[in-house]
């Protein structure tokens, strides 16, 4: 296999994993913002009775820019992903540094978010982490592999 014969196809295969990961990080972003819906209107119906029309719909809010902010990280993190593995091949180092920055700016970014909401909007704590944990935990189950998880039983 010559030279030229071998960078094309790493390139195709990157093309293919490219694909893959947008597949992917699509599929995440809308399981994330469906969650954060249905956890909003959760949160609405079961305070409509203990805290009036108002009020309940202030907790909606708070849980749905909790799962927001969530959605927020995971695409940080997918235009992360997408940057790293561009630069997987070519430059293996500087991919690696493009995963530890954009770790960095998703700590960052749930800091700058939650103060945010917590801080400047007053939104209700709990609600707004019940949006945010769980929106988050619908994202760790929707970017695990289920071909790795079906090999390990």
Request: aromatic share 6%; proline share 1%; no cysteine.
């Amino acid at each position: 296999m010559s030279i030229a014969e071998a960078k094309g196809s790493a390139k195709s295969s990157a093309g293919g994993i490219d694909k893959g990961l947008a597949g992917k990080a699509h599929r995440v972003v809308v399981v994330q913002l469906v969650v954060s819906i249905v956890i909003a209107v959760a949160v609405f119906g079961f305070n409509v009775e203990g805290v009036g029309l108002e009020g309940s719909l202030w907790k909606a809010l708070s849980a749905g820019y909790g799962g927001l902010s969530s959605v927020v990280l995971a695409l940080i993190s997918i235009g992360g992903f997408k940057r790293a593995n561009a630069l997987a091949l070519s430059d293996p180092k500087q991919s690696m540094m493009i995963l530890y920055i954009g770790a960095v700016v998703r700590f960052a970014a749930v800091i700058v978010l939650l103060g945010v909401g917590l801080g400047l909007l007053k939104l209700d704590a709990m609600a707004v982490f019940i949006g945010f944990a769980l929106a988050q935990a619908s994202y760790l189950m929707s970017v695990r592999d289920r071909k790795a998880a079906r090999s390990s039983d």
